[in-house]
């Protein structure tokens, strides 16, 4: 094993090992990333599951090696446990207790491999009465209040469209492992990481909760609004279905908005002169900053404001968002297969002064590296790689 050295690719973890078990969205988001900042990820899975999400996209699985074991057969337990005897770092988001059952839990594979370190990543952890449970991103976003916190007053419960759970469990999940890596550098000893998606989600609603529990009231949907800025919305602008958003932070950006949408007048309305008097007359300010925005366009929006120090962007759409220029490093192209055009995907979304990310590298079809991957990790021949075939290990 290693600490970062012998890189398969450029990274600042480049030549960690990391054993990938994980599916659907939030595990491989996290080894993901992982390879994009230079791991050797080999993912392991099989014909039955490895298309199981229909998203073996490069959101996902990209950087990776992919190696077809059979977990149910005796001869692909072994050699899982073999991988991971040489691996850095496990994860997987199984239900509670599948992988002690394919003998690959942290207790049967930490007494040989004691620098290893074991991420499993369920909906609500691998304690509690909770641990059994099935869980996917909407109703995480139901259980933890998330979706009463959205939207308007008057809604329905309003899910985040994104896969708002997976990224911040995954994201969660890249910390924890650092956090193990500096923590093993210092001692020498890996560490069972039990994460709870659930608990992620809840974490990042702190404000939110820790104010309902004080009042005993459930938090206000604001829906575009804000708790601490005023005047805050979207608001239209000319042509069909354009908009720009405003948010006014300080007494200044304030000032300098009556100006612009030519209100000046309305700086010495003492409705106005707070920011907590405007939050409490927001309709009208409203209204007034509409009748500027309807007229002119959203482009026109953001350009006027931000000269003045205000805020302000106009809506774009996803699309546009992708194919702008001003997106930076974040969306590079993938490697095209089979002749097909290059998509593009998000990248890691910072760059490093003195060294490289690794470049986006397309998915590897399923299976696709289990001999390569076979040989560099455990030193396999050919012919013994053969024998796991007829042994039925590889699928």
Not at 48 to 67: M, P, Q
Not at 132 to 154: F, I
Not at 375 to 395: G, K, P, Y
Request: glycine share 10%.
């Amino acid at each position: 094993m290693t600490d970062g050295l012998n890189a398969r690719g450029a990274g600042p973890v480049a030549g960690l090992r990391v054993l990938d078990f994980a599916h659907v969205f939030a595990g491989p988001f996290c080894t993901r990333t992982l390879a994009d900042l230079g791991a050797d990820v080999v993912h392991v899975e099989t014909h039955s599951r490895g298309g199981e999400d229909g998203r073996r996209s490069a959101y996902a699985h990209r950087n990776k090696r992919s190696i077809a074991l059979d977990l149910k057969n005796a001869a692909g337990q072994a050699t899982a446990v073999r991988m991971a005897g040489v691996a850095d770092v496990i994860v997987e988001n199984f239900s509670s207790g599948v992988m002690k059952r394919l003998g690959l839990g942290y207790e049967a594979l930490s007494p040989a491999t004691p620098r290893l370190i074991y991420v499993s990543m369920s909906g609500y952890g691998h304690t509690g009465p909770r641990r059994e449970w099935t869980s996917m991103n909407m109703n995480l976003q139901a259980y933890t209040g998330l979706m009463l916190t959205t939207g308007a007053e008057g809604d329905p419960p309003t899910a985040i469209s994104n896969s708002w759970n997976d990224y911040i469990g995954g994201l969660h999940a890249v910390i924890a492992i650092l956090h193990a890596l500096e923590d093993r550098h210092q001692t020498g000893r890996g560490r069972n990481i039990d994460l709870s998606q659930f608990e992620c989600s809840v974490a990042t609603l702190g404000p939110l909760l820790m104010a309902a529990s004080a009042t005993g009231k459930p938090p206000k949907r604001m829906g575009n609004r804000s708790s601490v800025n005023a005047p805050q919305g979207v608001y239209p602008c000319a042509g069909e279905d354009e908009w720009c958003a405003v948010s006014v932070g300080t007494d200044d950006q304030w000032r300098a908005l009556a100006t612009a949408i030519d209100q000046p007048r309305l700086t010495q309305d003492p409705r106005f002169a707070t920011m907590l008097g405007r939050m409490h007359n927001h309709d009208a300010l409203d209204a007034a900053i509409a009748t500027w925005t309807r007229e002119l366009p959203n482009d026109d929006v953001e350009r006027r404001l931000q000269a003045v120090g205000v805020p302000a962007e106009r809506m774009r759409r996803a699309e546009a968002v992708v194919n702008a220029d001003d997106t930076g490093h974040v969306y590079k192209p993938v490697p095209g297969s089979n002749g097909k055009r290059p998509a593009l995907a998000a990248t890691v979304p910072f760059t490093f002064s003195a060294s490289a990310i690794s470049e986006i590298g397309p998915t590897t079809p399923l299976g696709a590296s289990t001999r390569e991957a076979l040989r560099d990790w455990l030193n396999l021949s050919d012919a013994e790689i053969d024998e796991l075939d007829r042994q039925q290990a590889l699928v």
